[in-house]
């Protein structure tokens, strides 16, 4: 190692309890990794951090900016961004490619049959009360047909790489996961900063995702359109994820409009424009459902279209996603996964959900009880992280509060095992050099009629405080760019 | 027999309002005992009428004006036919435990989901089930007592609920309007494996009287091999041809008879509705009359009436039943 090289990694941990990116057991550079730490190595930790604030720079010229509320004032700032990016190779990409469609098309055809024929539930696979006990259950959409028969056009599935090196499923997002727009201006940001690093790698482009969305969107266009009109609806300017929004409706040339901009005439949507009213046929909503219509959800939204609701119902309009998608994304309903993929698909899970134990089943129960230390406690009803339990970080005595509330209502809680996520390279602005910080994976998946795509790449979350689990951005989370290798 | 239905509203506004959207919810329902023959909507401002259907499938109509208006009222008129129903086609008293053993069963609970589940306006908790069903009894009997319990038990008073109103609220308060008595009812029922689903309509309190100004509103109830069946727990009835049935919904806000969207720079408002129902000939001409002067008759005196009326009609019946259950043991 030459000192550079030192200097610049010199405060990288190798712990062995977690899954390292780019260093195998030995310690030695794992092979994909290799050109771009020898690239690195030649270079001093005074020029990664003029690196750094040139992709900074990059971040508040493309003017991707996120709001930050505190007491009296919002403050506009950049979602951290690392120079260090991650990289997939084929093989590993292709499972998770066709993992996450995999789930994207299960959880389909389980909210279909969930708002038409509940065949699942009659054949005792999921409980009722999973179902109808959930907030976003619509009963609104009973019997709703959406054209193409696609709830979930958009789905983010988050993954991350436990100790035993396999990838697992977190969750998945089907309720328009947002994070896309950082993905690509990531990768504006690193060619701009490290073209001559990038440069070295044959990796997939990834702004090929606003061409694809559009194209979905085309697909679920309503009966007897030919070329139909899209739009993207924002809650407006004060919304965190405005800049995606626009972003999105930019890239995609079609024009982005909020609530009052529309208008319902005899179930068809009409968008106000200074030529005249124009009819519009598809629309990516980035409202929630309870504020899409006021005369059919919330009364007091200001953010929907009175009446967009029976346009839907009447198949003149389609939304992306639809409407009542996100019981099927809930905690409590991911732990079925599993049995609704084979269910629906016939296939064995291709991707890992983290196992699960339900405490209203005896024998798991007993294991639970007998475990608490070594699991993850979860109430199946809150949202939030509310009421979680992490066992390695309790007391003897919270070990035995925990296991009284559990068993006083066991069918209330479940239990995982401590998942751990991997490590990678991170820049650290304090010790300007490379420390080692847990990421997850957000990958976005689209579902069309007759069509479907997944973004070859995705959004590397990296938690920025040393030895922190949470990847959030508001928990002050950074992100990577994700090159995911071409044959 | 005929009636006419006259439902009208008025909105006054104290500043201009720039946009606004309604949605009514107002037409009585086709089906196998109701026809409407004629009908109109109309507005002041004669703005165009958006036809449409709601979540349910009922026909409502939409008002969108286009300029800026002050006031606006709103008047539909109906002429329509009411089948006249045999009571007697409702009762039944012969308690059968297989009807017990299918509203149990999961796939029951599965086709009838929409009308089991309970909602924010139906919300009530098992342990808090304030009257008992019996399985001794059959479905309809335990329904027909929920209903003269909730009747008995609670004062009709307007003005002390409004339409928020939960059933633990108004099992607090003790006094409610229709729809509180519905919703309570629903929960109860509900919480009993029997679907239930709130109605909305008219009702029809004998001619000479104006409705008490308000859409009525009652509950329907699912029974094996009967079918749907109306309770009227805020007058102890049994929904016959008196009830006009305009749309039934897991609650109140599925069936709001008027829904409004207003961009104002102020919200005060006044708005005034008057409901009026009148049987006819049906040789009478097919006009809508415009100015009926009646004294009306104090509210609760006209449920009274009403009331006491189909008492008297179901105690007759259940006379009637017990003599033939009497002479079937003798013939026996």
Partial sequence: MSITQQSIFASYDKDPKFYDEIFDEKGNVKKVYQTLFDLYSGHSSQDFAKLNDKAKASFFNQGITFQVYTDQEAKEKIFPFDLFPRIIDTKEWDVIEQGVLQRSKALNHFIWDIYHDKKIIKQGIVPLDLITSSANYLHQMIGIDPPGGIYNHISGTDLIKHADGKYYVLEDNIRCPSGVSYVICNRTALKRALFGVFNHYNAHTVTDYAQNLLEIMESVKPRGVDEPNCVVITPGVYNSAYYEHSYLAKSMGVELVEGRDLFVENDFVYMQTIKGPERVDVIYRRIDDAFLDPLEFRPDSALGVPGLFSAYKKGNVCLVNAPGTGFADDKAVYTYMPEIIKYYLGEEPILNNVHTYHCSRPDELKYVLENVDKLVVKPVDEAGGYGISIGNRLTKEEIEKVKKTIQASPRKYIAQPIMSLSVHATYIEESESFESRHVDLRTFCLLGADKEFVLKGGLTRVALKKGNLIVNSSQGGGSKDTWVLKK | ?332
């Fill in chain 2, 1 to 332: 027999m005929e009636y006419t239905i006259k439902y009208k509203a008025v909105n006054t506004y104290e500043a201009t309002v720039d946009e606004a959207f309604w949605q009514f919810l107002l037409r009585p329902e086709e089906n196998k005992t109701q026809h409407v023959r004629i009908s109109r909507f109309t507005n002041s401002l004669n703005t165009g009428i958006d036809i449409s259907t709601n979540t349910f499938g009922f026909p409502i109509c939409r008002v969108h004006p286009k300029k800026p208006f002050d006031a606006i009222s709103f008047e539909a008129n109906y002429i329509m036919s009411k089948e006249v129903i045999n009571p007697f086609s409702a009762l039944d008293s012969v308690a059968n435990p297989e009807h017990y053993i299918l509203i149990k069963s999961l796939n029951f609970k599965i086709d009838y989901e929409r009308f089991l589940s309970t909602t924010p306006l139906t919300q009530l908790e098992k342990t808090q089930l304030p009257f008992q069903f019996s399985e001794e009894r059959s479905i309809f009997d335990n329904l027909t007592e929920l209903n003269e319990w909730v009747h008995k038990t609670f004062t009709f008073k307007t003005s002390v609920t409004d339409v928020n109103t939960t059933p633990v609220q108004f099992l607090e308060k003790g006094a409610g309007v229709c729809q509180d008595f519905t919703h309570l009812f629903l929960a109860i029922a509900r919480l009993n494996n029997i679907p239930a689903r709130y109605t909305s309509g008219y009702l029809h309190q004998g001619n000479g009287y104006q409705g008490d100004s308000q859409m009525h509103a009652w509950a329907e109830c699912y029974i094996p091999e009967k079918g749907w069946l109306g309770f009227d727990p805020a007058n102890n009835l049994i929904a016959l041809e008196n009830h006009i049935k305009v749309a039934h919904g897991q609650d109140y806000s599925d069936c709001a008879p008027i829904k409004g969207i207003i961009y104002s720079n102020s919200a005060a408002n006044k708005t005034s509705y008057t409901v009026e129902v009148n049987a006819r000939a049906e040789s009478d001409p097919d006009v809508f009359s415009e100015n009926q002067l009646f004294e009306p008759l104090p509210f609760k005196q006209q449920l009274a009436f009403q009331s006491q009326w189909q008492n008297q009609q179901y105690q007759q019946q259940q006379q009637l039943r017990q003599q033939l259950d009497a002479d079937e043991d003798q013939a026996l």
